[in-house]
């Protein structure tokens, strides 16, 4: 059997990298990117190389810009006393979509994981503090992590950091999505969903 | 609505571009891009980078090389009897994988589609009859087309010109696949299946 072309074969490697894309998607694509137009390319490959040389993280809040501090610490016209908390700058994209939230956000970057061996010191936890503790602090923290075991530790970690400074803290709901359907819940989903049963 | 960084908005836009890529993968992939490595994201950006300034066709069969000519075609133990005709590199590389084909191959980089205004002249057909003129010349042309209008109508426009050459035409079995169920296949496969079925 012949091999490919080391061009064409380490970009199938590096493809098959990304989340989601086997080696499959990886050939599909690479063999894509020979017929498309060599302008589309280059930019494709800058656009990738202008990330990580431009994008930081807001030195306040830990989601992405361009500058010190993201757009939306910079925006006069967000709610400073309610900070959401999320793991990923990913989630401050969805809560935005979603139009829910008209206050600042603080992204972890992660969650504690006793068994991944990830500890408060390896995410934005201390930046977090540092932010309730300036004068005056915030009156509400959402926790917007996700439903799981590692966001369930942090959120457990985080809350009782947070009660203690006499500020609110509440955690998204948890229960069936919307369009749904019983059928397809899990057992753990359901259990919550029922603990967070509402008066109609 | 905060908007996004123009650097990550950009490269969402480019991923997007890419076959089977929507705006919610692609808003993955670049959140990831800016989690790992910067050298895997640089490996990435390069590989791509590289996959046009390296790559070429080869100058007998339309494969894709590094060189002049392809590794196959430069390779004295293959079949020069044999020519298998494809539609595109990526064809090559899984016929390769199956282990079935001894010969060379040619890549037509397309079919003719009266439709969509693609001619002879947009493929590589006129290196194919060169190919059939050499002293002596192939014995076999075997038409891996995919099993589709186009492809129908390429290997009918190709079988003549084959043949009458005298050279032997063949075009790759259609039918059920192996692994596949009657349940689930539609009328015109059927039909193929049953037009070429075997005695046992």
Redesign the interface.
Known sequence: ????????D??I???S????IGRK?A?????????VD?E????????????????RLCRICGN???GEE???CR?PRRDRTSICVVE???D??QI??S?VHRGLYHVLHGTLSPLRGITADDLKIAELEERLDTDPPPSEVILALNPSVDGDVTATYLAQRIEERGISVTRLGTGVPVGGSLEYTDAVTLRRAFEGRRKI
Do not use: G, N, Y
């Not at 059997?1 to 064409?8: N, R």
């Not at 990298?17 to 989601?20: F, I």
């Not at 050939?27 to 017929?35: D, E, I």
């Open positions: 059997m012949a091999s490919l072309p080391p061009a064409i380490s970009l490697t590096e493809l990298k990304l989340p989601s998607s050939q599909r694509l690479a063999f894509h990117l020979m017929r060599e589309q390319v280059l930019q494709l490959s800058d656009a990738i190389r202008a990330l990580r040389e431009r994008l992405v810009t361009e993201c757009e939306i925006d990923q700058p990913i401050v994209l935005e979509a139009d």
